[in-house]
């Protein structure tokens, strides 16, 4: 998963043609953490999209900007546009995950 870790970078990335998908997390974020633990699960079933996490405190315009409010966050973007926001809320479990990505993406 690359690192977004400017506007700039964000702004090329969201531009693409094709689905992407952003996992907005931070450091000090316990909830993240668990994240960590099974998104290589999620990537087993999703790993043919670009993957990229952006750190909520190195970038945090993009954050806010993006009306992410909980942490962790998975946003899908393409041709610069937000398509879906899974809200940390519904992001404690890779099925959690898994269900929102199917719904999105099919």
């Not at 998963?1 to 702004?11: G, L, Q, S």
Request: glycine share 4%; charged share 25%; hydrophobic share 45%.
């Amino acid at each position: 998963m690359e690192h977004i870790n400017t506007k700039v970078r964000f702004n090329e990335v969201i531009a693409s043609e094709e689905p992407i998908i952003v996992k907005f997390f931070a450091d000090w974020c316990p909830d993240c953490k668990r994240m960590d633990m099974f998104i290589d699960l999620v990537l087993a079933e999703y790993g043919n999209y670009k993957w990229f996490e952006l750190n909520n405190d190195e970038v945090p315009d993009v954050a806010s900007e993006q009306e992410v409010m909980g942490i962790p966050s998975i946003l899908i973007f393409q041709n610069g546009e937000k398509l879906a926001h899974l809200h940390s809320a519904n992001a404690k479990s890779p099925e959690e995950v898994i269900a929102f990505l199917q719904q999105q993406l099919g």
